[in-house]
């Protein structure tokens, strides 16, 4: 699942209260928090449910015995940020009931909820050190928005504090709360969240979207066609999808960890997870022909957001050959919007023969590289998986080693790289136009990054190693790799090299000597 939380901004876009040179946001009083800034717009972070960490605007500084008026009203994260931040500043503190005030409407942000919570315990926890008590009210906010996030293991965590605490034991409302919350995590389906412009502009210039699915058991998703070419990879357990392709018989998939399933736009879906184990899927696409350009933009076909239910029961009864008793009953049956939770429900069997042309496990498909101590690629294109020309999308799965590198390279066919860390973490570097590096920053597991066209990306894994899912914008990409024995600086001739370099002959054979047997990943050093 996704974790991280974190956005890079563009140039454009202000971010307040400094930038120190080692790229890092630092709010007044509050840990350092990572921020990829640099000239371009490049990296988006976001959690399970793709919730970002905004780029805040500049607030002036004020004298520490400032007071905030009060009520507060906190509408967005940047209010909340502000908010924590100067509280910290006030002389006195402000009181336990102003800071819980704040933070229950902080829980009510929902989408940002995760994203500020680690900012509120962070604000929490200097409250502590400046001798602060929070009483029982704060605690049950803070449980409260444990529970909206489906985080029921920290809501748990937090009444074990508290019966452990002398000075603030739970209350009737603690218990009644956290009953409440695990009666509705029985009957939770999951959760789906498409990313916008307005939360990462980047997708707007570079026509983009991204999206998650997440079904719990029983959990399933009401079918509905996109506006978008969309790949999408199964990040986590296993499912059933349903696939009707324009004026052709549905498809039923069984899908798994690895499944990479091509979807043109159009394509209807739907899907459904009957184990245990929670069924996750992330979604990529194009959204150059959306309704919306860098936004999916989905279409139901059932629920109380469906199309079915636009129309007039005349026009639905008169579509369909039915009585208006039957038409009501079919539009006004299904009150679930997106995702329900099915109960001894008889959808049809998957079957494996369905799975022929339309779908690719990555992790068990024939290698297309595969280096000792290095890495290993499979790449999704119009050979192995023939449907990706119509999207006109390819992908690849890369499992680099434990610190191992892969080699600086660009897409030499003008496309873009979308790329999604699936497991372990890194460094990354980017280089653009002009020499200049425009991302240097840390990766792991949840993070998603774009490397805009002909920039060069490298990548060298922590010990642990580091695999990432990536969508290309052309079903048959090509990369230039700049290192290694097939590196194009290794084609040149060695005056060219000589001159280029401005260096003598004797530095040009020792460049050319090296990696003469090593192509696209490198093992660590010995």
Same mark, same amino acid.
């Given at each position: 699942?996704?974790?991280?939380?974190?956005?890079?901004?563009?140039?454009?876009?202000?971010?307040?209260?400094?930038?120190?040179?080692?790229?890092?946001?630092?709010?007044?009083?509050?840990?350092?928090?990572?921020?990829?800034?640099?000239?371009?717009?490049?990296?988006?972070?976001?959690?399970?449910?793709?919730?970002?960490?905004?780029?805040?605007?500049?607030?002036?500084?004020?004298?520490?015995?400032?007071?905030?008026?009060?009520?507060?009203?906190?509408?967005?994260?940047? /209010?909340?940020?502000?908010?924590?931040?100067?509280?910290?500043?006030?002389?006195?503190?402000?009181?336990?009931?102003?800071?819980?005030?704040?933070?229950?409407?902080?829980?009510?942000?929902?989408?940002?909820?995760?994203?500020?919570?680690?900012?509120?315990?962070?604000?929490?926890?200097?409250?502590?050190?400046?001798?602060?008590?929070?009483?029982?009210?704060?605690?049950?906010?803070?449980?409260?928005?444990?529970?909206?996030?489906?985080?029921?293991?920290?809501?748990?965590?937090?009444?074990?504090?508290?019966?452990?605490?002398?000075?603030?034991?739970?209350?009737?409302?603690?218990?009644?709360?956290?009953?409440?919350?695990?009666?509705?995590?029985?009957?939770?389906?999951?959760?789906?969240?498409?990313?916008?412009?307005?939360?990462?502009?980047?997708?707007?210039?570079?026509?983009?979207?991204?999206?998650?699915?997440?079904?719990?058991?029983?959990?399933?998703?009401?079918?509905?066609?996109?506006?978008?070419?969309?790949?999408?990879?199964?990040?986590?357990?296993?499912?059933?999808?349903?696939?009707?392709?324009?004026?052709?018989?549905?498809?039923?998939?069984?899908?798994?960890?690895?499944?990479?399933?091509?979807?043109?736009?159009?394509?209807?879906?739907?899907?459904?997870?009957?184990?245990?184990?929670?069924?996750?899927?992330?979604?990529?696409? /194009?959204?150059?022909?959306?309704?919306?350009?860098?936004?999916?933009?989905?279409?139901?076909?059932?629920?109380?957001?469906?199309?079915?239910?636009?129309?007039?029961?005349?026009?639905?009864?008169?579509?369909?050959?039915?009585?208006?008793?039957?038409?009501?009953?079919?539009?006004?049956?299904?009150?679930?919007?997106?995702?329900?939770?099915?109960?001894?429900?008889?959808?049809?069997?998957?079957?494996?023969?369905?799975?022929?042309?339309?779908?690719?496990?990555?992790?068990?498909?024939?290698?297309?590289?595969?280096?000792? /101590?290095?890495?290993?690629?499979?790449?999704?294109?119009?050979?192995?998986?023939?449907?990706?020309?119509?999207?006109?999308?390819?992908?690849?799965?890369?499992?680099?080693?434990?610190?191992?590198?892969?080699?600086?390279?660009?897409?030499?066919?003008?496309?873009?790289?979308?790329?999604?860390?699936?497991?372990?973490?890194?460094?990354?570097?980017?280089?653009?136009?002009?020499?200049?590096?425009?991302?240097?920053?840390?990766?792991?597991?949840?993070?998603?990054?774009?490397?805009?066209?002909?920039?060069?990306?490298?990548?060298?894994?922590?010990?642990?190693?580091?695999?990432?899912?990536?969508?290309?914008?052309?079903?048959?990409?090509?990369?230039?790799?700049?290192?290694?024995?097939?590196?194009?600086?290794?084609?040149?001739?060695?005056?060219?090299?000589?001159?280029?370099?401005?260096?003598?002959?004797?530095?040009?054979?020792?460049?050319?000597?090296?990696?003469?047997?090593?192509?696209?990943?490198?093992?660590?050093?010995?």
């Amino acid at each position: 699942m996704m974790r991280a939380a974190t956005i890079a901004a563009s140039s454009s876009l202000k971010v307040g209260y400094g930038i120190s040179s080692r790229l890092r946001v630092k709010v007044r009083g509050m840990p350092p928090l990572p921020c990829l800034l640099h000239n371009f717009t490049l990296s988006l972070f976001f959690n399970n449910y793709f919730a970002p960490f905004h780029s805040r605007p500049s607030y002036p500084t004020k004298y520490k015995n400032t007071q905030l008026h009060w009520p507060v009203k906190v509408n967005n994260l940047e /209010d909340a940020l502000h908010v924590f931040d100067e509280m910290l500043q006030m002389r006195p503190l402000p009181s336990v009931v102003r800071f819980t005030q704040v933070l229950t409407q902080v829980a009510k942000l929902k989408h940002y909820w995760t994203v500020i919570m680690g900012f509120g315990l962070s604000v929490l926890g200097k409250f502590f050190k400046l001798g602060f008590e929070p009483d029982v009210t704060t605690f049950n906010t803070l449980i409260n928005g444990f529970l909206l996030q489906n985080r029921e293991a920290d809501a748990l965590g937090i009444l074990n504090k508290m019966m452990e605490s002398g000075n603030c034991k739970p209350n009737v409302f603690t218990f009644n709360m956290l009953v409440k919350g695990l009666c509705m995590k029985a009957q939770h389906a999951g959760s789906y969240f498409a990313l916008s412009p307005s939360e990462l502009p980047m997708l707007l210039e570079v026509n983009i979207g991204a999206a998650n699915l997440a079904l719990d058991k029983d959990g399933f998703a009401l079918p509905k066609y996109s506006d978008s070419n969309q790949v999408a990879y199964v990040l986590q357990g296993s499912g059933v999808v349903g696939i009707v392709l324009p004026e052709k018989e549905e498809k039923v998939l069984p899908v798994k960890k690895g499944d990479a399933i091509a979807l043109p736009f159009g394509v209807v879906t739907w899907w459904y997870n009957k184990e245990d184990t929670e069924f996750v899927v992330l979604f990529l696409g /194009d959204t150059s022909k959306a309704h919306k350009r860098g936004e999916f933009t989905d279409f139901y076909l059932n629920g109380s957001n469906a199309i079915f239910t636009g129309f007039s029961t005349e026009f639905v009864g008169r579509a369909w050959d039915l009585e208006e008793s039957v038409v009501k009953t079919l539009v006004g049956k299904q009150s679930g919007k997106g995702i329900v939770k099915l109960s001894g429900a008889n959808l049809p069997e998957p079957k494996k023969e369905h799975r022929d042309g339309m779908t690719l496990n990555c992790e068990e498909a024939p290698l297309d590289v595969d280096i000792k /101590d290095g890495g290993r690629v499979v790449v999704l294109n119009t050979k192995n998986l023939p449907l990706v020309g119509e999207v006109g999308l390819g992908a690849d799965l890369v499992r680099l080693d434990g610190s191992a590198m892969c080699s600086p390279g660009f897409s030499c066919d003008s496309a873009l790289q979308v790329t999604y860390i699936i497991r372990g973490s890194g460094r990354v570097q980017v280089v653009g136009v002009d020499g200049k590096r425009v991302l240097e920053t840390t990766i792991k597991a949840g993070n998603l990054f774009i490397v805009p066209r002909f920039f060069v990306v490298s990548k060298i894994a922590d010990p642990e190693g580091l695999e990432w899912f990536s969508i290309i914008t052309t079903p048959n990409p090509i990369f230039t790799h700049l290192a290694g024995s097939i590196g194009c600086w290794k084609a040149l001739s060695p005056q060219v090299l000589q001159a280029a370099f401005n260096v003598d002959s004797e530095t040009e054979k020792l460049f050319r000597s090296k990696r003469t047997g090593d192509a696209i990943f490198f093992p660590p050093p010995k």
